[in-house]
């Protein structure tokens, strides 16, 4: 007989492929139900109610659309930790725990940090810094006020302290707004705009492009402010660790060593491809 799961996999096999198929459909019935993922392939019909029938089918619909699973559930796991995301950020990935595992095995042993995270997204940065590295001051920018809303919601239902920022970071002028930090950590945008062409359409559509994209002549733009920011406002020895398009970490090196960076580490993801830098203010 026919469960739930079973029915949620033909609708978007043609989508997503069977197997993420079935990944995607434990979690909505996880959702759903409350069970934990391991449970829900046992789930029947008869054993979600009315309300939860009419749920599934709206989720379903949306999924049909290629909205991504983590705006349906309105939730995506970073660092072990569920934060709220929805249109407003983009979408927590594996890619950049790894960009923060590397802060936190740097400054760990290190007393009273301050961090900023430039980008704030969801939070998931620097909540999790936060969460992390209990002793830190963490300070979070962000042009986005849409965006901003969404991280205090996030730090407040993971009860993390971060210093939040509305402010348009490319604006030199609002520099001086921000603190001198130990580190900075940064996932800019970084996607020249004539790559959308090629991007998964759940991405693209759903996903906010002013924090994906950046002009096809500049691709750098960040990188550059990010390394005057450093010069202008961090002491010698300062750490800078940025999340890279996988296809251009020669540029960012470029750009990086053009400023005058020292000691800048290219670093692959588990996927092995290069996706962070490391480099020390001289």
Not at 116 to 137: M, V, Y
């Amino acid at each position: 007989m026919s469960t739930p799961r079973d029915h949620i996999i033909r609708q978007l096999s043609p989508l997503y492929g069977k197997e993420e198929a079935g990944i995607i459909s434990e979690m909505v019935l996880g959702k759903i139900s409350g069970l934990p993922r391991q449970e829900v392939r046992h789930i029947k019909a008869a054993n979600l109610s009315d309300q939860q029938q009419v749920q599934l089918e709206e989720m379903l619909e949306q999924l049909v659309s290629h909205r991504p699973i983590q705006y349906v559930l309105n939730e995506a796991w970073f660092q072990e930790m569920p934060f709220f995301v929805d249109e407003r950020v983009l979408i927590p990935r594996p890619e950049t725990e790894e960009l923060v595992e590397w802060v936190i095995q740097d400054y760990r042993a290190i007393a009273a940090p301050v961090i900023l995270d430039i980008g704030s997204g969801s939070g998931c940065i620097p909540i999790s810094l936060a969460k992390k590295l209990p002793t830190a001051q963490i300070h979070s920018c962000d042009l986005s006020s849409s965006a901003l809303t969404v991280a205090h919601l996030n730090a407040a239902r993971l009860n993390a302290v971060v210093h939040w920022q509305e402010l348009d970071f490319l604006d030199e002028s609002n520099w001086s707004a921000l603190p001198a930090p130990n580190c900075i950590v940064s996932n800019p945008p970084y996607i020249p705009k004539q790559e959308a062409d090629l991007m998964s359409q759940h991405v693209v559509v759903y996903e906010p492009g002013m924090a994906l994209f950046v002009p096809d002549q500049n691709p750098y733009l960040f990188y550059k402010a990010i390394a005057r920011f450093a010069l202008q406002k961090t002491k010698s020895g300062a750490g800078i660790y940025l999340e890279i398009h996988e296809d251009h970490p020669l540029g960012v090196r470029q750009v990086l060593e053009h400023c005058g960076m020292k000691n800048i580490e290219i670093r692959k993801d588990m996927q092995g491809k290069d996706r962070m830098v490391k480099a020390i203010r001289p």
